[in-house]
């Protein structure tokens, strides 16, 4: 089975500062990877997935950006926070029917 | 085109009721659906789902769900609620070759004693 790692667990950083969130997977090969994000009342909003090494597609514009260094690495970043940015990031996978997801324990981002 | 509603973004329930969490699909094609549930702080864990076969999915913690096509519904349901069930509950749609699920935007489910 699928094991989906996150860190950091809680983040809390100023407005300007940059950021790096890191997920990894173990237990798959080429997997679809995604980023979502939980602001307080709103559901789940897709940010970025990629279905492969250095494809990343984009759902909303926004001061992110997404990398896929390795096969099963995905990292999202920001060289400047904004109060907007705080929420709960979510990483996660599909199944090997590509149609389930699996998800990550998530990252708590605070923007202060 | 796909998208989800869950009614209700609050559900209120006594310990041991029943749970009902609705939620309506639209797709242009057969649609693979999905309920998840979310605990405070915690990653989406996926309770059931329904791939085209049996249309009365059963799910982890008594959780089922049953895919009615002529409803385009697909209602999470527990014939007796527990306390640990007090969650966020999410449906998902994914369809057609697409590998990009559509969320519904969730409801809590509460559990009085």
């Known amino acids: 089975s699928q094991t989906i790692h996150q860190w950091p667990a809680t983040l809390v950083q100023p407005v300007g500062s940059p950021l790096s969130l890191e997920c990894t997977v173990e237990g798959t090969s080429n997997p679809n990877l995604y980023w979502y994000r939980q602001a307080a009342g709103r559901g789940l909003q897709l940010l970025f997935y990629s279905v492969g090494i250095g494809q990343i597609s984009s759902e909303v514009p926004q001061n992110l950006s997404a990398s896929r260094p390795q096969d099963r690495q995905f990292i999202l970043s920001s060289k400047k926070l904004l109060l907007s940015d705080s929420g709960f990031y979510l990483c996660?996978?599909?199944?090997?029917?590509?149609?389930?997801?699996?998800f990550g324990p998530g990252t708590r981002l605070t923007v202060t | 085109a796909q998208s989800v509603t869950q009614l209700g973004s609050h559900v209120s329930v006594s310990e041991g009721a029943l749970v009902l969490l609705r939620c309506n699909y639209s797709?242009?094609?057969?649609?693979?659906l999905f309920w998840y549930v979310q605990y405070p702080n915690q990653g989406l864990q996926l309770l059931l789902k329904?791939?085209?076969?049996?249309?009365l999915v059963k799910g982890i913690n008594g959780f089922e769900a049953e895919f009615k096509k002529s409803e385009t519904s697909f209602h999470l349901t527990k014939p007796s609620a527990h306390m640990s069930d007090a969650a966020e509950y999410f449906c998902?749609?994914?369809?057609?070759?697409?590998?990009?699920?559509?969320f519904g935007r969730g409801t809590s489910l509460i559990v009085h004693p």
């Open positions: 998902a749609v994914a369809s057609g070759g697409s590998y990009i699920p559509t």
């Open positions: 329904y791939t085209s076969a049996a249309t």
């Open positions: 996660a996978t599909t199944s090997d029917s590509r149609y389930e997801q699996y």
């Open positions: 797709s242009s094609v057969p649609p693979y």
